[in-house]
């Protein structure tokens, strides 16, 4: 069973000055990749992979750096669709 493995991202704009410094922003980045249960088990392994295939999304504009990841281990099952959210919205207040 594959696993969702969630991985939180610090962002920085790149700035166009000489020194090429970074400005951190407010607001990190949250990548996705769903991975069987045994490429999970080496932790250090799997840190070190996530932390390049982070480092791999940067661009000329943004610069990508891993802050951590967790995995879940645990399926979530769907609660409706947002027409049934509508449907019981107009049920409640009219």
């Known amino acids: 069973m594959r696993r969702k493995v969630i991985v939180s991202c610090q962002v920085y704009k790149n700035n166009e000055s000489k020194d090429k410094l970074l400005t951190p922003i407010d607001s990190g980045k949250l990548f996705r990749i ?53 449907e019981k919205n107009n049920e409640i207040w009219t």
């Open 34 to 86: 769903e991975l069987e249960k045994k490429y999970l088990l080496d932790e250090e392994r799997l840190k070190e992979i996530l932390k390049q295939m982070v480092s791999e999304k940067s661009n000329i504009d943004f610069t990508f750096e891993y802050f951590s990841h967790e995995v879940h281990n645990f399926e979530i099952d769907k609660l409706g669709t947002q027409k049934d959210f509508l």
